[in-house]
């Protein structure tokens, strides 16, 4: 399984940006889709998540700025990110939860990350 994060970049503190990370490969479904975020010098954390059954959940520091969303068919989760703030910078990495087959456990899958600067 690979992951390919894009959407990344340098905005302006009120700007907005759209995070993609679509997976690809061999797998028989995707549980639960979410994205993380390090600064530097500070412990990856979650941003937000959203099941299968597109139940979400998000850090108090981006509700109601952010939304996540999946398109099952595209395999691919989105984070839509309003109202930036300079501490919102840092690297975004998606998570998938992935079962390769039927009765297997789940396997966790990282993108690449992706570089979001909110700086005037």
């Known amino acids: 399984v690979q992951l390919q994060a894009s959407g990344g970049g340098l905005v302006q503190p009120g700007g907005s940006l759209r995070l993609s990370c679509a997976a690809s490969g061999r797998f028989f479904s995707i549980d639960t889709m979410g994205w993380y975020r390090q600064a530097p010098g500070k412990q990856r954390e979650l941003v937000a998540a959203?099941?299968?059954?597109?139940?979400?959940n998000y850090a108090a520091s981006v509700k109601g700025r952010s939304t996540i969303s999946r398109d099952n068919a595209k395999n691919t989760v989105y984070l839509q990110m309003n109202s930036l703030k300079p501490e919102d910078t840092a690297v975004y990495y998606c998570?998938?939860?992935?079962?390769?087959?039927?009765?297997?456990?789940?396997?966790?899958?990282w993108g690449q990350g992706t570089l979001v600067t909110v700086s005037s």
């Open positions: 959203i099941t299968s059954g597109g139940s979400t």
């Open positions: 998570n998938l939860k992935v079962l390769p087959s039927p009765l297997s456990y789940e396997v966790d899958y």
